[in-house]
């Protein structure tokens, strides 16, 4: 069931991405003149579903930008690093991750953004405390209005299978968030 998961999100991560493998890419744009970094810091707030316990409230801060070491021929990459606190049933988790997005507008101010990510993982059980990598996979939706910006994200995020209680080997999950954000 994991491995048909991974396939899965790895072959539409491949297909909603295909527009951006074809062209010219750019490596370090950072140091090209007109550069802009495009910042946008931003409170998030959601449901997470890990497993062993039941879902609940998973509060965070995310701060995104225009990645400076590579960008795609068309739309644009974005680099987005994050923290995520979820506290329920026990289990304790902080979540941090960077998560590039190949982000493409769909419509006026409305960009649609899909990529892999990379994390760091500390669990605690209240007997045991754990730190884990973890990978992720997501999309993110996201409006701005002038400098504020309204983005709505979820991703999957798979821990590898340390003992983070007896009986419980990882903390694989599922977060839905929405985020409100000021850019400068």
């Known amino acids: 069931m994991k491995t048909a998961r991974i396939l899965l999100a790895a072959a539409a991560l491949t297909a909603a991405a295909a527009p951006a493998l074809a062209g010219d890419w750019k490596f370090l744009p950072v140091t090209e003149k007109g550069y802009a970094p495009a ?36 739309g644009v990459i974005r680099t987005k690093l994050s923290v995520t606190k979820f506290d329920k049933g026990g289990l304790d988790l902080t979540t941090v991750e960077l998560n590039p997005r190949w982000t493409t507008p769909i419509a006026r101010d409305l960009t649609l953004g899909v990529g892999p990510g990379i994390g760091w993982v500390k669990a605690d059980s209240g007997n045991r405390n754990v730190d884990m990598f973890a990978w992720q996979v997501g999309a993110d939706l996201d409006y701005r209005i002038g400098q504020l910006n309204l983005g709505l994200g979820a991703r999957w995020q798979d821990t590898v299978n340390k003992t983070v209680a007896t009986g419980q080997a990882g903390a694989d999950n599922w977060l839905v968030q929405a985020k409100v954000g000021v850019a400068f």
């Open 39 to 74: 910042f946008v810091a931003s409170v998030t707030g959601g449901v997470m579903d890990p497993q062993h316990v039941k879902s609940g409230d998973a509060w965070g801060l995310e701060l995104a930008m225009n990645c400076g070491l590579l960008q795609a021929p068309t």
